[in-house]
């Protein structure tokens, strides 16, 4: 079976500061890995996802994430955050040859003016 | 681009009655999830479906039982509403990809 950890339920940070948000997992077989944004009253879309090959992924609005197998984490960074990055993230698993997708609780973003 | 719709963004319900949410996506995709979203809880699987009239119980499918007769609708369906079935419901889609394509949600109260 696969669990997801995000350590922080909610991230306070002031605005133009870098952020990290943290996500660890577990799983016995090989997974892919997806960082999910959810703006307030709207669905989830997606940040950015590590299939294979690099280990650092770049995705939409400035995110990175770093795959470390051997830590088993996938942590999602920003150097430097918007008002506009106010919200929900959430990290996902799923394993391969699976078509579905085991969720974190999420990371409330909280920018601080 | 992947569009998944849902048929209500907010809706309020009595305790008994009987309750349908629709997904509907235009990328005809196989695979079709519900989940819904509760606060410190993150998103939980309520049912799938790899195909036409094809379904998964997922982890929490208890209350809840799911219709597709066509393969871009996917229908949620509350047999008799309670009170602990008040949350964010949320639809997704999957084709060939190996993400999953969010709609906007439905936020249902039971009263």
């Known amino acids: 079976a696969q669990s997801v950890t995000q350590l922080d339920s909610q991230v306070p940070v002031f605005e133009e500061a870098p952020v990290e948000l943290r996500c660890n997992y577990s799983?016995?077989?090989?997974?892919?890995l997806f960082w999910y944004v959810q703006y307030p009253n709207q669905g989830l879309q997606l940040l950015l996802k590590?299939?294979?090959?690099?280990?650092l992924v770049k995705g939409i609005n400035g995110f990175e994430a770093e795959f470390n197998k051997s830590q088993t984490s996938f942590h999602l960074r920003k150097p430097s955050v918007h008002i506009s990055d106010t919200a929900e993230y959430f990290c996902a698993v799923s394993p391969w040859m699976d078509d579905k997708i085991i969720f974190g609780k999420g990371t409330r973003l909280h920018i601080l003016p | 681009d992947v569009k998944v719709t849902q048929s209500s963004r907010y809706l309020v319900k009595r305790t008994g009655e009987k309750v349908f949410l629709e997904c509907v996506q235009d990328?005809?995709?196989?695979?079709m999830f519900w989940y819904r979203q509760d606060p410190g809880l993150g998103l939980r699987l309520i049912y799938f479906?790899?195909?036409?009239?094809?379904?998964e119980k997922g982890d929490i499918p208890e209350g809840y039982s799911v219709s597709r007769e066509k393969k871009e609708r996917f229908s949620l369906i509350l047999e008799s509403a309670s009170t602990n079935q008040t949350s964010m419901y949320l639809c997704?889609?999957?084709?060939?990809?190996?993400?999953?394509?969010f709609g906007p949600g439905t936020r249902l109260t039971v009263t």
């Open positions: 997704a889609s999957k084709g060939g990809s190996y993400e999953q394509y």
């Open positions: 990328m005809d995709h196989e695979n």
């Open positions: 479906s790899y195909d036409v009239k094809m379904k």
């Open positions: 590590y299939l294979s090959g690099s280990t």
């Open positions: 799983s016995s077989v090989s997974v892919y």
